[in-house]
């Protein structure tokens, strides 16, 4: 059987254990997850079905990472399902202290059509990271693999394709300008929850970050940035003794990546760039908007997944 065949096999398997869950009270449970339907409006079979998809997206984040869910040790994760924010589609991931237990949380808000952000903070969940660069470098690239590429920060495009338009536009932010809270990655926190203050400078911090996250995964394999992970788990970023290269020396080698790799399409980058050009704050949601998707960028063909997965 190859790898095709095997993964419709294990997409039509979660489908059907998810719809053969007894369903009550708005709520449902799977291996990973506790679902729940905070709208009060969706029925029950389309509730089956965004689970189904969110567990699609955990098994194959959870296959390529070769980790478990955490559910021995943290619990199950609890997926929400919202209206949208403000007319935006979107997923964040937070932590709720619950007795004395901190339960994970992913809240998607805006599910009549296809969801955004799942695979990515699902990752989240997975690797819970008190610094937002770690966080978005390694999720951001589930999204692109995983997930759906309306999502921001891509937004139809690529996020190489972005930061191309974004260095052109002389608006590009160093990465030791990324720093660990949101407070730095234009937001903040409202009753918990992370809400955007800058959407520009918000845009071009995550698109810099999954690119990145993409660059490292692409040059050092799975294995190097799961070992950053585990080691900035004391709030340091351990870029010399993982990668064996400064922070900067990092940045260069992404940004030299970028430069002579393949080239994006000059079409993308004038549409893009126009679109920065007249508002930095509503590009994304003007590319989303369009017609056609571009193909993806070249550089986010990851390297083979470690066989086997484990506890991490």
């Not at 449902?28 to 079905?49: A, F």
């Not at 339960?103 to 009549?112: A, P």
């Not at 692409?218 to 900035?232: E, M």
Request: net charge positive.
């Amino acid at each position: 059987m190859g790898n095709g065949q095997k993964t419709l096999v294990s997409v039509l398997l979660i489908l059907f254990a998810v719809l053969a869950i007894p369903f009550t009270s708005r709520a449902l449970e799977t291996e990973d997850l506790t679902v729940r339907d905070l709208t009060g409006q969706l029925s029950d079979d389309r509730i089956r079905k965004l689970t189904a998809g969110a567990e699609e997206k955990l098994k194959k984040v959870l296959d390529f990472w070769a980790v478990d869910s955490g559910v021995n040790r943290r619990g199950k994760i609890r997926l929400e399902f919202d209206e949208p924010r403000a007319g935006t589609y979107s997923t964040v991931f937070i932590t709720v202290k619950e007795g004395n237990a901190n339960v994970r949380v992913v809240r998607v808000f805006g599910v009549t059509e296809e969801p955004q952000m799942v695979a990515h903070k699902l990752t989240h969940a997975v690797f819970p990271s008190a610094d937002k660069l770690v966080r978005n470098m390694m999720g951001i690239p589930m999204e692109v693999r995983f997930g759906n590429p309306l999502t921001f920060p891509m937004c139809r495009f690529s996020h190489d394709e972005w930061v191309t338009v974004f260095r052109r536009n002389h608006s590009y932010i160093p990465l030791s300008k990324l720093g660990p809270d949101h407070e730095e990655w234009g937001m903040t926190t409202r009753q918990g929850v992370p809400v955007v203050l800058d959407k520009a400078k918000q845009h071009i911090m995550y698109a810099e970050s999954g690119s990145f996250g993409a660059f490292l995964l692409n040059t050092y394999g799975v294995n190097k940035v799961k070992q950053f992970y585990k080691l900035s788990a004391g709030g340091k970023r351990p870029w010399e003794e993982v990668f064996e290269s400064s922070f900067a020396e990092l940045e260069a080698k992404w940004l030299q990546a970028l430069d002579t790799g393949p080239k994006p399409e000059e079409k993308n980058i004038a549409l893009l760039l126009k679109m920065v050009k007249n508002d930095p704050g509503k590009a994304c949601s003007e590319a989303q908007q369009l017609g056609a998707k571009t193909r993806p960028s070249p550089s986010l063909d990851f390297p083979q997944k470690p066989a086997g997965r484990r506890k991490f």
